[in-house]
């Protein structure tokens, strides 16, 4: 029997790209009731990946510039969600 693999949507932006690594390494995750991405805080997360951006940055980008879109993503992205602070969850 034939068995594929699911494939990934195409990461199209290098936003795109450091939230996926961000997401695979368990640094973020999306909020459930809103969508938005949350911090979780987790700095063994963090540094997985960073390692990730180090090891394998996306074509044509130096790792540094890997590793500070990642820092980028990072200081972007809050630990609660912005609707929910204006209403009630």
Request: overall charge negative; hydrophobic content about 40%.
């Amino acid at each position: 029997m034939l068995m594929t693999k699911e494939r990934r949507p195409a990461i199209r932006t290098l936003q795109g790209w450091a939230i996926s690594v961000l997401q695979d390494a368990g640094a973020i995750r999306e909020f459930e009731e809103h969508g938005w991405m949350q911090d979780r805080a987790d700095p063994h997360a963090r540094d997985r990946a960073i390692d990730i951006a180090t090891h394998n940055p996306p074509a044509g980008l130096s790792p540094d510039d890997a590793v500070a879109e990642i820092q980028d993503v990072l200081a972007s992205i809050g630990d609660t969600c912005p609707e929910c602070q204006s209403i009630d969850c």
